[in-house]
């Protein structure tokens, strides 16, 4: 019994060395070059320019060339294309009293062009004294006394046409609470700013007719 545990023993010693390579060095290293990265740009890579092509900066010079040329191309025949969908100017009417405001980047995207501005004349919404007072009380800083202005802006979305809704429905909602008669907020005091007033220039300090003629004779001269 003795003897056969420990030739099973020395055969698991034996298989156990054959797992370890016996490779040499040098056949290790010459293997990991097929997995070596190459890289695509690396200057040891490059051909040896014969002068026989264009430069990096000549290639760009072409290619800025070719761009203007195309644009070119559709300003001469493409633009003029599009007057069949002109359309004449229709001023707004009276009834159009609510003014959306937005701005358009041609060719490229911009965040404020989601951004949509809403204008609108407080004496265009044709209220009460009353629902005038309520208004103002509930839009806030958003009403402007020198332009009798409710102006109101969104940036909330990240679509136009969803803050343009936004800020029209916002509208829709101040209106009906204003007019609704259930509480008029009539013990609440409006406090204003006060409007800014415009600077006129005394006709005292103008200069008298003969003097301005002098001066221009000598600017003149």
């Known amino acids: 019994?003795?003897?056969?545990?420990?030739?099973?023993?020395?055969?698991?010693?034996?298989?156990?060395?054959?797992?370890?390579?016996?490779?040499?060095?040098?056949?290790?290293?010459?293997?990991?070059?097929?997995?070596?990265?190459?890289?695509?740009?690396?200057?040891?890579?490059?051909?040896?320019?014969?002068?026989?092509?264009?430069?990096?900066?000549?290639?760009?010079?072409?290619?800025?060339?070719?761009?203007?040329?195309?644009?070119?191309?559709?300003?001469?025949?493409e633009l003029p294309k599009l007057s069949a969908y002109a359309q004449p100017f229709v001023p707004p009417t009276a009834s159009e009293i609510v003014q959306y405001k937005t701005h358009t980047y041609c060719g490229e995207g911009h965040p404020v062009e989601r951004k949509v501005v809403l204008s609108v004349k407080v004496a265009d919404l044709q209220l009460t004294s009353e629902q005038r007072h309520k208004l103002l009380l509930l839009a806030g800083p958003r009403y402007h006394v020198d332009t009798d202005e409710l102006i109101m802006s969104s940036e909330k979305f990240p679509k136009g046409n969803q803050n343009k809704k936004y800020v029209g429905d916002l509208l829709q909602s101040l209106l009906k609470e204003a007019k609704d008669g259930k509480d008029t907020f009539a013990d609440i005091p409006l406090d204003l700013p006060q409007p800014k007033k415009k600077l006129v220039f005394p006709k005292e300090w103008a200069r008298p007719p003969q003097q301005q003629q002098q001066q221009q004779q000598q600017q003149q001269d």
């Open 1 to 77: 019994m003795m003897l056969l545990t420990r030739s099973k023993a020395s055969t698991t010693v034996m298989m156990n060395a054959r797992l370890f390579s016996t490779a040499s060095v040098v056949m290790a290293g010459r293997q990991g070059d097929r997995f070596r990265k190459v890289v695509k740009y690396s200057v040891d890579n490059m051909e040896t320019f014969a002068f026989d092509d264009q430069t990096t900066i000549g290639h760009n010079l072409f290619e800025n060339i070719r761009n203007v040329r195309q644009y070119l191309r559709k300003t001469q025949y």
